[in-house]
């Protein structure tokens, strides 16, 4: 009976606000359709609107994890990575995504199909069918109402369950370019540039266009959230430091950082046609911190007035300090981060701006953020369940209290919570999955006997929907969330010019003088070229196969490409030797100096009836044995006249990452001997 008079109130205020709204004659106002939505909402939606989760695999049906978030526990946003197993497909990426998101939004909208239908029949039937059922809103728009259930198996007996208020997903996830570790998807979109490329053009225009080619792409999939850009101020590099974010920045400076982020967030925009989210990281700015990022607690050692000047200026260019309305960022991540300006005497005890209201609080009143924060500006946690939040919250590593986690996350000023690596670390999924199932389940109790609790959480469901009515312009039906999964094959991979001709422009030279490499260049055509690699090897998923970041030959390839007897004739395919980093190393750590260089390996056969001549003998040869790595290494070095290493960010965990290092160190006598190239394809310190 309860239920059913919460029912009819929701009703009356729906009706009480359609006809204001039309009295008024106002142009559409999503915050008001976003209070007429939540009014017809019950509190386990209202509270499941909160949650952003990951969750690993691709199974959509009624047995899978994710579809039980969603219809028993009402979640309200997902975040696809490849680490989680979500992205399976090898020759066709873009497509197994945009279908994974068509059924995973299916079952928001309408929950399970009925018997003896599929997911992608209910998909079909609904693309071809009319859309939801539509009730007016206050603007004269439409607030959908749910006209399938969902699975009457699921739900609590002897109480009729309510219409369903169908309400698209966020589906998140990263996007930085570069390759992997921050690019989601390895084939079939086009090859972004990480920040620092774009910053390293000068030019705006690029970084918007980069945007662009985000957007496009991944709103054509069903991705209407990007976790990005980083706007960090990267102050002062710490390339030996684990905490330097490397490429992840558009640079040093803060005026540029920022309008880089403003390009780019427009360009995301525009690319979209505004369905796709920008959240911009890692506010209020982590490149000034002394711990790695997400695995300790890190502390910025600056005044408020400091952190204006340069970590917060970038924010500011894309809040209340932007140019235009497409450059606004929809949302800010909050770091994991303490900043001694404004948050007191910084002790172990100090929680994190992240989860300290009155810190998050003085940074949204600054004027820079005060208007943004008052209309839609959203704010999301970065992941609570990282290793930061955990040893923060007990250093022994006994306890995870993950209510408390997502409490204190929600009351500190965060709107929407980011659930990644919700358990103890080491904890299998479903551990990650338990967690999250116990907090909305308390969440949900929470808000029915507190008072202040619940309007916190109204307070934040109203900026999720407000935005996401925004991004799909009121209209919450099949039609307008599914993609068409033929249209994205017209749209993937498609930026590729535009990149390209980017990372043309970004080449920077480090030294020497360029006048000095003119006199230099290029390699005549009887000088040997020795190319190492830092080969470092990535997987799409667990059970893809392994694939190199840049292939053992891919430099000597792309020299012969553009310089060899089918181009300019300035190089032959016999002038070049590449080896890895690892081969590098495997020969210096032999530590017997440079060896002669290998003879060739001789076949040990007789053809038959043949003798041996020095002997008479019938016998085979005695096969000369295959030269070592080492050999070959060094025999390759002796004869070089030029040494070509294509380097990327040196990483403890990496295989032979120091090999070049170590190179320097050790052989001194080749450097002075032979001209010495180095690529740096990411950070160039």
């Known amino acids: 009976m309860r239920r059913w008079l919460y029912w009819m109130i929701a009703a009356v205020s729906m009706l009480c606000l359609l006809s204001v709204g039309r009295a008024a004659g106002q142009e559409r106002d999503y915050a008001s359709e976003a209070q007429v939505l939540l009014d017809a909402m019950t509190p386990a939606e209202r509270v499941g609107q909160l949650f952003l989760v990951t969750f690993n695999g691709a199974d959509t049906s009624d047995e899978g994890a994710i579809a039980d978030l969603i219809l028993n526990h009402k979640i309200g946003g997902i975040v696809l990575l490849a680490e989680n197993d979500n992205i399976v497909a090898l020759d066709n990426g873009p497509g197994q995504v945009a279908e994974l998101i068509n059924s995973l939004q299916l079952l928001a909208l309408e929950g399970l199909p009925p018997p003896g239908e599929d997911q992608e029949q209910a998909q079909d039937t609904l693309l071809q069918?009319?859309?939801?059922?539509?009730?007016p809103s206050a603007q004269g728009t439409s607030v959908p109402t749910a006209t399938i259930p969902a699975d009457p198996t699921l739900l609590p007996t002897g109480e009729p369950e309510p219409p369903r208020t169908p309400i698209p997903l966020f589906v998140a996830t990263v996007h930085e370019g570069d390759g992997p570790q921050f690019t989601q998807i390895l084939h079939g979109l086009s090859s972004l540039p990480n920040q620092m490329t774009i910053g390293a053009t000068w030019q705006p225009e690029q970084s918007r266009r980069v945007g662009q080619v985000a957007g496009r792409e991944l709103s054509s999939m069903g991705i209407n959230m990007l976790l990005g850009p980083s706007l960090d101020v990267l102050e002062t590099p710490q390339p030996f430091n684990a905490s330097d974010l490397g490429t992840r920045s558009f640079g040093g400076d803060p005026f540029w950082v920022g309008l880089m982020g403003q390009a780019y967030t427009a360009g995301v925009h525009e690319g979209s046609g505004g369905r796709t989210a920008v959240i911009a990281k890692h506010f209020p700015g982590y490149g000034s911190s002394d711990r790695p990022i997400n695995e300790e607690v890190g502390t910025v050692r600056k005044s408020l007035e400091q952190l204006k000047q340069i970590e917060l200026a970038p924010f500011f260019g894309v809040t209340g300090q932007a140019p235009n309305e497409i450059s606004v960022v929809d949302g800010l991540m909050s770091a994991h981060v303490r900043y001694q300006g404004f948050q007191g005497n910084i002790r172990a005890t100090t929680a994190p701006v992240s989860f300290d209201p009155q810190a998050l609080t003085t940074l949204m009143e600054l004027p820079e953020f005060a208007d943004w924060r008052a209309g839609s500006g959203l704010i999301v946690s970065d992941q609570l369940g990282v290793r930061a939040v955990q040893q923060f919250y007990d250093g022994t590593g006994q306890e995870f209290p993950h209510?408390?986690?997502a409490k204190d996350a929600l009351l500190a000023g965060n709107d929407l919570l980011?659930?990644?690596?919700?358990?103890l670390e080491g904890a299998d999924d479903e551990a990650h999955l338990d967690n999250i199932r116990d907090t909305v389940a308390w969440f949900q109790e929470k808000y029915e006997t507190d008072q202040s609790f619940q309007q916190r959480i109204d307070e934040a469901a109203l900026r999720v929907l407000e935005l996401k009515l925004r991004l799909y312009e009121g209209e919450f039906t099949a039609e307008s969330t599914l993609v068409d999964i033929e249209e994205?094959?017209?749209?993937?991979?498609?930026?590729?010019?535009?990149?390209?001709?980017?990372?043309?422009?970004?080449?920077t030279l480090i030294a020497p003088a360029p006048s000095d490499v003119d006199e230099q260049?290029?390699?005549?055509?009887?000088?040997?070229?020795?190319?190492?690699?830092?080969?470092?090897?990535?997987?799409?998923?667990?059970?893809?196969?392994?694939e190199p970041w840049i292939a053992r030959d891919a430099v000597e390839q792309r020299m012969i490409a553009l310089y060899g007897p089918e181009a300019s004739a300035q190089v032959r395919p016999q002038q070049f030797k590449s080896f890895t980093y690892g081969d590098l190393a495997e020969a210096l750590l032999a530590g017997e100096g440079l060896l002669p260089t290998p003879g060739p390996t001789l076949t040990p056969t007789l053809a038959p009836g043949a003798t041996r001549p020095e002997t008479g003998s019938d016998s085979p040869l005695e096969p000369t044995p295959a030269p070592s790595t080492a050999e070959l290494v060094n025999?390759?070095?002796?004869e070089a006249a030029w040494v070509i290493f294509a380097q990327l960010a040196p990483e403890d965990s990496a295989d032979a990452s120091d090999a070049l290092r170590l190179f320097l160190a050790q052989r001194p006598d080749i450097v002075r001997g032979a001209n010495v190239v180095v690529l740096a394809f990411n950070a160039p310190y």
Request: aromatic residues 6%; glycine residues 4%.
């Open 635 to 638: 025999g390759a070095l002796n």
């Open 488 to 507: 994205l094959e017209s749209i993937a991979g498609q930026g590729e010019a535009d990149t390209f001709d980017l990372a043309q422009q970004a080449i």
């Open 418 to 423: 980011y659930l990644s690596q919700f358990a």
């Open 129 to 135: 069918e009319a859309p939801l059922a539509q009730t």
């Open 403 to 405: 209510r408390l986690v």
């Open 521 to 546: 260049l290029p390699p005549s055509i009887d000088e040997n070229i020795v190319i190492f690699t830092d080969m470092r090897q990535s997987r799409q998923c667990s059970t893809c196969p392994e």
